[in-house]
T-cell receptor, first 113, second 114 residues
Framework: EAGVTQFPSHSVIEKGQTVTLRCDPI?????LYWYRRVMGKEIKFLLH????????ESGMPNNRFLAERTGGTYSTLKVQPAELEDSGVYFC???????????FGPGTRLTVL | GDSVTQMEGPVTLSEEAFLTINCTYT??????LFWYVQYPGEGLQLLLK?????DKGSNKGFEATYRKETTSFHLEKGSVQVSDSAVYFC?????????????FGQGTILTVHP
């Protein structure tokens, strides 16, 4: 069974540009989560989808971040326009309906210059 | 709000040494507690969990006991191997309306030398 995949693995962009990160959860997992780790700090929750609906978006830092999960399958996280402080590693995770264990992808390392 | 504090690393040990990574938490109610591990180039993997006070989670020789009285969930292993070199994260899930949200500590880098 394929795990959670994320694309791209690395992205380097300039301040003010737009970047879109993609996450493909494990097939059949209704729950999808986005997290972010800024250099050397703790991993912070961004938001939680249940199927295509946003269950909890309390961790989204500001309106430059837009997450979507059309059709309840893969998800995208768009940052527009990117700022220097957005640099970090963005993790996606998924879990079964009613399941507590979250399965994480390898992350996308975003560098904003 | 909820928070998790881990001992600062990095931690460097020789093979077969005893490992302890301290973790304490602050949360309302009765959270579930987790240890995740991230090996180089991979995503986080659940290592072990405990869902109520005095529960002991264990996996791959690692153990951690949910101590409500000290709000702690310290990770231990009696004899580490080189293959245990990784980043270890303590985390909690407080449930409630944010039932999907994991709150993480800052991570502890462990390096084990032969």
């Amino acid at each position: 069974e394929a795990g959670v995949t994320q694309f791209p693995s690395h992205s380097v962009i300039e301040k003010g540009q737009t970047v879109t990160l993609r996450c493909d959860p494990i097939s059949g997992h209704d729950n999808l989560y986005w997290y972010r780790r800024v250099m050397g700090k703790e991993i912070k929750f961004l938001l939680h989808f249940v199927k295509e609906s946003k269950q909890d978006e309390s961790g989204m830092p500001n309106n430059r971040f837009l997450a979507e999960r059309t059709g309840g399958t893969y998800s995208t996280l768009k940052v527009q326009p990117a700022e220097l402080e957005d640099s970090g590693v963005y993790f996606c995770a998924s879990s079964q309906a009613g399941g507590y264990e979250q399965f994480f992808g390898p992350g996308t390392r975003l560098t904003v210059l | 709000g909820d928070s998790v504090t881990q001992m600062e690393g990095p931690v460097t040990l020789s093979e077969e040494a005893f490992l302890t990574i301290n973790c304490t938490y602050t949360a309302t109610g009765y959270p579930s507690l987790f240890w995740y591990v991230q090996y180089p180039g991979e995503g986080l993997q659940l290592l072990l969990k405990a869902t109520k006070a005095d529960d002991k989670g264990s996996n791959k020789g690692f153990e951690a006991t949910y101590r409500k009285e000290t709000t702690s969930f310290h990770l231990e292993k009696g004899s580490v191997q080189v293959s245990d070199s990784a980043v270890y994260f303590c985390a909690l899930n407080a449930g409630g309306t944010s039932y999907g949200k994991l709150t993480f500590g800052q991570g502890t880098i462990l390096t084990v030398h032969p």
